[in-house]
């Protein structure tokens, strides 16, 4: 049935007034009463942790990412497989499988939490959490976490599949990914702005280096000749798939502006980030030479569509379940 022109009005203002409702439902002092300390524990954790890996902010961090990009915020990427639950697992999405990691730490917060506020604080809150102070660790911004999400109870490879972001994804493609979950232009750049920190396996970006738009020993014109011929050492053609480059070369476990600096120098590493810098005409060109300018615009932008995205069809209220074990539902 087709919408009037009277009743579209009506429609965005009830879409409106719902994310309005979403967004009232979080709030930073969530857990203010029931459990204060889940911040500090959280931290403790992750800088334990961090201390004998390197990468572990990154990883928490693209946890968070890879979690709201599948059905919304609801801690479905922890779930391991299960299929007399009806748990696929997102964890073994091509996107997913081999590279994404982390979890450790997540139970471990996890265990914490439960042992002094049992069946208080859900998976999801944990991810979200997790992911400000990991950034905020690595020396990038802070912010209020908006916390009251609860726990999926299922979990679903193909949405996995068909959501998360992939390398060699055009602008088009790139841009309805994140313009579903109601992510701008703004947010595009800003959270791509998240591969400033972390590693990339040699998988993800072996076409680019070695057969470019199907043509055999071809690479993307793009990249920046002596930075190809690193990158093809670095991820030479039929040798290891998961060998891992760094994703900012120049920074690579700092949280920082570096990224959209080398966008502008055609040293982007994933060809869905450099494709950011190198469309021509596209609205992201500007937003990447302003955060390449000003870490500070950066960071603010960052922070902002992190909360954003953060609010990504969250459950609530009595919806979806509050986890004992973040793998697995009740």
């Given amino acids: ?39 500090t524990i959280a931290r403790r954790l992750i800088q334990r942790a961090s201390r004998s890996d390197v990468r572990l902010t990154a990883k928490v961090m693209r946890l968070h990412f890879h979690d709201c990009f599948v059905n919304g915020c609801d801690g479905s990427v922890l779930l391991d497989a299960a299929p007399a639950d009806g748990v696929e697992g997102e964890k073994e999405a091509f996107q997913n499988a081999g590279s994404l990691d982390g979890f450790e730490v997540i139970d471990d917060i996890k265990t914490a939490l439960e042992n002094v506020c049992p069946g208080v604080v859900s998976c999801a809150d944990i991810l979200a959490i997790a992911a400000e102070i990991s950034v905020s660790l690595a020396g990038g911004p802070s912010w209020d976490v908006l916390l009251g999400r609860r726990d ?10 068909a959501a998360l972001p992939l390398g060699p994804d055009s602008m088009e493609i790139l841009t309805s990914k994140f313009s579903v979950h109601n992510l701008d232009t703004t ?10 920190f972390g590693r990339v396996q040699c998988g993800v970006i072996t076409n680019r280096l070695h057969n470019f738009s199907g043509n055999n020993g071809q690479s993307d014109p793009s990249i920046e000749p002596k930075f190809l011929r690193t990158l093809r050492r670095k991820c030479p053609q039929g040798r290891s798939l998961t060998a891992r480059v760094n994703l900012d070369p120049t920074s690579p476990d700092s949280f920082d502006n570096d990224y959209f600096k080398n966008l502008q120098n055609n040293r982007g590493v994933i060809e869905s980030d450099q494709i950011l810098f190198s469309s021509k005409g596209a609205p992201t060109v500007s937003l990447v030479n302003r ?3 000003s870490q500070r615009t950066f960071y603010k ?23 004992r074990d973040c793998r697995r539902v009740n």
């Fill in 152 to 161: 999926g109870r299922t979990a679903n490879r193909g949405d996995a599949v």
């Fill in 187 to 196: 947010d595009l750049v800003a959270l791509s702005g998240a591969h400033t």
């Fill in 291 to 293: 955060f390449a300018k």
């Fill in 1 to 39: 049935m087709g919408l009037s022109s009277t009743n579209i009005p009506l429609l965005l203002f009830s879409l409106l007034m719902f994310g309005v409702l979403c967004n009232a439902q979080l709030s930073s002092e969530f857990y203010s009463k029931s459990c204060p300390n889940v911040t």
């Fill in 301 to 323: 932008a960052f922070a902002k569509s992190m909360i954003k995205m953060g609010n990504v069809r969250i459950l609530t209220g009595t919806d979806g379940e509050i986890r």
